[in-house]
């Protein structure tokens, strides 16, 4: 079992930053990769941030330049980073971690809302 605890939503307006956090417990020997994803309401989930263990990361074309990715593999986290945050940004943010090359497992998912 592999549990995921998200924090670090909010609200903030227009320009704003704030820094997302997710840590990895349970039972698990190796983290593959560590993601995050949003969902808008009506809109489908989509990846914003994926980082794998080798430290290879991607962004969503949305994102890039904006946000950063980050993993501490010591501590089992990873951490968003979003400067300059558009309304387009308020969303649900969920973290997924990938272990033990197959077993999937989501956050509970944490309200981002940027105001104009």
């Known amino acids: 079992q592999v549990q995921l605890v998200e924090s670090g939503g909010g609200l903030v307006q227009a320009g704003g930053s704030l820094r997302l956090s997710c840590a990895a417990s349970g039972t698990f020997f190796r983290i593959d990769f560590m993601a995050w994803y949003r969902q808008a309401p009506g809109y489908q989930r989509e990846l914003v941030a994926r980082?794998?263990?080798?430290?290879?990361?991607y962004y969503a074309e949305s994102v890039k330049g904006r946000f950063t990715i980050s993993r501490d593999d010591a501590e089992n986290t990873v951490t968003l980073q979003m400067n300059s945050l558009k309304p387009e940004d308020t969303a649900v943010y969920y973290c997924?971690?990938?272990?033990?090359?197959?077993?999937?497992?989501w956050g509970q998912g944490t309200q981002v809302t940027v105001s104009p």
């Open positions: 980082v794998t263990t080798g430290g290879s990361d």
């Open positions: 997924k971690a990938v272990v033990d090359s197959g077993r999937v497992a």
